[in-house]
């Protein structure tokens, strides 16, 4: 059975950081697409960052460039998301999500809609 847990989250002041995981099971971790995701009170679930294990490639939504970094060890089956210079509009729910052997690779997978497998989330609050 895949499971993904996210943990991690937290409440942290504007300009902190928080680093958050994702730990994987149930499938070998050599042949993914995985991504974080993010979904505010009353909005939809949004894209944040994403990573896959054969392109080596990431992709990052533009109002995280810069300040979040995906990251994964292949050794501990888990993928990071790495949060710097964190603001109120972060505050949501984070979650991660899996495409077991994807079949190609590209910016689409910041989208709900490649992913097969969630976790139940992590929240994560930023106060001003």
């Known amino acids: 059975e895949v499971q993904l847990v996210e943990s991690g989250g937290g409440l942290v002041q504007a300009g902190g950081s928080l680093r958050l995981s994702c730990a994987a099971s149930?499938?070998?971790?050599?042949?993914?697409?995985i991504g974080w995701f993010r979904q505010a009170p009353g909005k939809e679930r949004e894209g944040v960052a994403c990573?896959?294990?054969?392109?080596?490639?990431?992709y990052y939504a533009d109002s995280v460039e810069g300040r979040f970094t995906i990251s994964s060890d292949n050794a501990k089956s888990t993928v990071y998301l790495q949060m710097n210079s964190l603001n109120p509009e972060d505050t949501a729910v984070y979650y991660c999500?899996?495409?077991?052997?994807?079949?190609?690779?590209?910016?689409?997978?910041?989208?709900?809609?490649?992913?097969?497998?969630w976790g139940r989330g992590t929240q994560v609050t930023v106060s001003s």
């Open positions: 999500a899996a495409d077991i052997s994807p079949e190609y690779w590209a910016r689409s997978y910041l989208n709900t809609y490649e992913y097969d497998y």
């Open positions: 149930g499938f070998t971790f050599d042949d993914y697409a």
């Open positions: 990573i896959s294990s054969t392109a080596v490639s990431t």
